[in-house]
């Protein structure tokens, strides 16, 4: 993950992530002569493709049927922190998350890990709540990563495994630490290798997360110089399966001239990695906007006419000599001001549009797909459901089209919405809803069932029963149809259901409301919920109705439905027990801004 300059305060992200580097100073790069590109481009058709193993031509990465691949996907931490597993399981099932990626047009995964993952972790923070990740249960953090791995390949995408700390507690500025010398890096690095040997799936290993200072490029000290420790590494792994790609990242400072962690492959024009297997070899950049630190190239006159050529200097001109192929393994912003907004429209111009360029151009992997990433956020919402469709809207242009090598095949039909969707039966904690059957080219493999705009669970047919409700409580429900493609269907008309019985149990609650900003076109807003009664909640509700016309756009650590003027927030997995006397709360924001206070009822269960 990225990192802000060793002379400025660290940056504390929600998944314990933490960084630091130095200013960039103008240089010259020299390059050595290369044979001249072709001007023409491959068709844009061209990249959908993706079987097999790949490998590399020139500047270019190839599938096994020599058919040019375009990566265009996301990070998706947590397996690295001491969660030891893929972050925002705790509230949805891994493979709705994977399809999700896939349906906006992503067609790569780099998974970061560390290598406490090696010591037979358990896992936490999953749900396993109404049927989610019900496959996981039991298992080691290695055995969830085979899991997501599997499934992501079924449906077509590719995996790149991301060495991202040596430990859960933080990055490292060497490849190696005291407690895990570079012995056990290689050792468990070529583990990996033959885990997934024979696995497509997974394309290749991103060695080692940002190198930085003391780290060097080429100075020849076996302790510090990062291009020699990649060769041992990278041909380490090539010794157990010389099909993957070995996906180096450069350092921090070259010859006195400093950019992002992991960001300057200026070395590579004068010592280039050595592997022992040809056409294995792909360099990673990462990059970054204000919302993780400033740089001098960001107050420069010219901004952002600037950018190529620093972009150029430091790793751009590997993909425009033809060197090899470049892979921006991640870049990310919050796009809250409008130099980031800048920074990003140019970086992805200078990327290559696929529909001009197809795979003839620069491949990446966006930071990040968790929104619980201090500094640049995420594709998704907080509510680790609603996509940013800003954020994500900037990326469109160079997305590619999705891989046909893995086990969804070329489909890209979605099935038929669900029809039909009707309740039939209530108890206190219970609805009970049926629906028919959808309809798909390939076949429907099961529905999602959403309460609200969380995932309530999963069904192979077509009625499900959604527990542990409380009592007296409105619900919304509608249902999606999911193929073996992991192509989804639009949303059914919803349907609502009021659970028996009058709600509150043995214990009430009280609920708070107040704003926290307000900016005239809308607002955010947080409400603190407090049992008042005398036993720990299961759950709880808060339920107003706007005094205007506002609208939520949001909602976090809670899920949400709006009828009309009617709102209705129901607990997350993860905040429904509260003691008592204790409080919790959850956010939202809304449009448009100056509403009134609205009066609030909370019902605990």
């Not at 906006?104 to 890990?113: A, C, D, E, F, V």
């Not at 900037?394 to 891989?403: E, Q, R």
């Not at 090598?405 to 969804?408: D, I, P, S, W």
């Not at 609502?496 to 043995?506: C, D, F, H």
């Given at each position: 993950?990225?990192?802000?300059?060793?002379?400025r305060v660290r940056r504390t992200?929600v998944?314990?992530?933490?960084?630091a580097?130095?200013a960039?100073v103008?240089?010259?790069?020299?390059?050595?002569?290369q044979?001249?590109?072709?001007?023409s481009s491959?068709?844009?058709?061209?990249?959908?493709s993706?079987?097999?193993?790949?490998?590399?031509?020139g500047?270019?990465?190839l599938?096994?049927?020599?058919?040019p691949?375009?990566?265009?996907g996301?990070n998706?931490?947590g397996?690295?922190t001491?969660?030891?597993?893929?972050h925002?399981?705790w509230?949805?099932?891994?493979?709705?998350?994977?399809?999700?990626m896939k349906s906006?047009?992503?067609?790569?995964?780099?998974?970061?890990?560390s290598?406490d993952?090696?010591?037979?972790?358990?896992?936490?923070?999953?749900?396993y709540?109404?049927g989610?990740?019900s496959?996981?249960?039991?298992?080691?953090?290695?055995?969830?990563?085979d899991k997501?791995?599997?499934?992501a390949?079924?449906?077509?995408?590719?995996?790149?495994l991301?060495?991202?700390?040596?430990?859960s507690?933080?990055q490292?500025?060497?490849w190696y630490?005291?407690?895990?010398?570079?012995?056990?890096?290689?050792?468990?690095?070529?583990a990996?290798?033959?885990?997934y040997?024979?696995?497509?799936?997974?394309?290749?290993?991103?060695?080692?997360?940002?190198?930085?200072?003391?780290?060097?490029?080429?100075?020849g000290?076996t302790?510090?110089?990062?291009?020699?420790?990649a060769?041992?590494a990278g041909?380490?792994v090539?010794?157990?399966?010389?099909s993957?790609?070995?996906f180096?990242?450069g350092?921090?400072?070259?010859?006195g001239?400093?950019t992002?962690?992991g960001g300057?492959?200026?070395?590579?024009?004068?010592a280039?990695?050595?592997?022992?297997v040809?056409?294995r070899?792909?360099y990673?950049?990462?990059?970054?906007?204000t919302?993780?630190?400033?740089?001098?190239?960001?107050?420069?006159?010219?901004?952002?006419?600037n950018m190529?050529a620093?972009?150029?200097k430091?790793?751009?001109?590997?993909?425009?000599?033809?060197i090899?192929?470049?892979?921006?393994g991640?870049?990310g912003?919050?796009l809250?001001s409008t130099?980031?907004?800048?920074?990003?429209a140019?970086?992805v111009?200078?990327?290559r549009?696929?529909?001009t360029y197809g795979a003839?151009?620069?491949?990446?992997t966006f930071?990040?797909?968790n929104?619980?990433s201090g500094d640049t956020?995420?594709?998704l919402?907080d509510?680790?459901?609603?996509v940013?469709t800003?954020?994500?809207g900037?990326?469109?242009?160079?997305?590619?089209?999705?891989?046909t090598?893995?086990?969804?095949g070329?489909d890209t039909?979605?099935?038929?919405?669900?029809?039909?969707?009707?309740v039939?039966?209530?108890?206190?904690?219970s609805?009970?809803?049926?629906?028919?059957?959808?309809?798909?080219?390939?076949g429907?493999?099961g529905y999602?069932?959403?309460?609200?705009t969380?995932?309530?669970?999963?069904?192979?047919?077509t009625s499900?029963?959604d527990t542990?409700l409380?009592?007296g409580t409105?619900y919304?429900y509608?249902?999606r149809?999911?193929?073996?493609?992991?192509?989804?269907?639009a949303?059914?008309?919803?349907v609502?259901?009021?659970?028996?019985?009058?709600?509150?149990?043995?214990s009430?609650?009280?609920?708070?409301?107040?704003?926290s900003?307000?900016?005239?076109?809308?607002?955010?807003?947080d409400?603190t919920?407090t049992n008042?009664g005398?036993?720990?909640?299961?759950s709880w509700?808060?339920?107003w109705?706007?005094?205007?016309?506002?609208?939520?756009?949001?909602?976090?650590n809670?899920?949400?439905?709006?009828?009309?003027?009617?709102v209705?927030?129901?607990?997350?997995d993860?905040n429904?027990?509260?003691?008592?006397?204790?409080?919790t709360?959850?956010?939202?924001g809304?449009?448009?801004?100056?509403?009134g206070?609205?009066v609030?009822?909370c019902?605990a269960g």
């Open positions: 993950m990225r990192h802000p300059p060793s002379f992200l998944a314990l992530l933490t960084a580097l130095a960039l103008p240089f010259t790069v020299v390059v050595p002569a044979a001249a590109v072709a001007s491959p068709s844009p058709a061209a990249a959908a993706g079987a097999g193993y790949w490998h590399t031509e500047r270019r990465i599938d096994a049927q020599n058919q691949v375009r990566m265009a996301v998706w931490f397996f690295e001491s969660n030891y597993v893929a925002g399981l509230s949805r099932d891994y493979k709705s998350m994977v399809d999700q906006l047009g992503y067609n790569t995964i780099r998974l970061p890990y290598d993952i090696f010591k037979g972790t358990q896992p936490n923070g999953i749900t709540a109404n989610l990740n496959d996981l249960q039991g298992l080691n953090s290695l055995q969830v990563m997501i791995v599997g499934y390949g079924s449906i077509g995408l590719k995996v790149v991301d060495r991202h700390r040596p430990d507690s933080a490292s500025a060497l630490t005291s407690a895990v010398p570079e012995a056990t890096w290689i050792a468990d690095l070529k990996l290798a033959g885990r040997q024979g696995n497509t799936a997974v394309i290749g290993i991103d060695l080692h997360n940002e190198p930085h200072d003391p780290a060097c490029w080429g100075c000290d302790s510090t110089d990062w291009r020699l420790a060769e041992r041909n380490a090539l010794s157990v399966n010389p993957l790609l070995i180096v990242e350092v921090q400072t070259v010859n001239q400093g992002w962690w300057n492959l200026a070395g590579v024009a004068t280039p990695v050595r592997l022992s040809a056409n070899l792909v990673s950049a990462h990059d970054y906007a919302s993780v630190a400033q740089q001098p190239w960001f107050s420069d006159p010219s901004f952002p006419a190529p620093v972009w150029d430091n790793w751009g001109y590997i993909f425009k000599q033809n090899a192929p470049v892979w921006l991640e870049f912003t919050t809250q130099i980031d907004q800048k920074w990003l140019a970086l111009d200078y990327l549009p696929t529909n003839d151009s620069f491949n990446w930071w990040s797909w929104p619980n956020g995420g594709i919402k509510d680790w459901q609603t940013d800003v954020k994500d900037y990326l469109t242009a160079i997305k590619a089209p999705g891989f090598g893995g086990g969804g070329g039909t979605a099935p038929s919405v669900p029809t039909g969707l009707a039939t039966g209530t108890t206190a904690s609805v009970s809803l049926s629906w028919k059957a959808s309809a798909d080219d390939t429907v493999t999602d069932v959403y309460r609200g969380a995932k309530a669970g999963e069904a192979t047919g499900f029963t542990g409380t009592a409105r919304d509608t249902v149809a999911r193929d073996a493609a992991g192509n989804t269907s949303a059914s008309a919803a609502t259901a009021t659970t028996a019985g009058t709600g509150g149990g043995s009430g609650c009280n609920a708070t409301y107040k704003v900003s307000d900016w005239g076109s809308g607002f955010n807003a409400i919920v008042t005398s036993s720990t909640t299961k509700q808060v339920t109705e706007w005094p205007g016309s506002q609208t939520i756009s949001a909602m976090w809670a899920s949400y439905s709006q009828v009309g003027r009617t209705t927030a129901n607990n997350a993860h429904g027990a509260v003691a008592a006397g204790a409080s709360g959850f956010g939202f809304a449009t448009p801004g100056g509403a206070t609205p609030l009822n019902r």
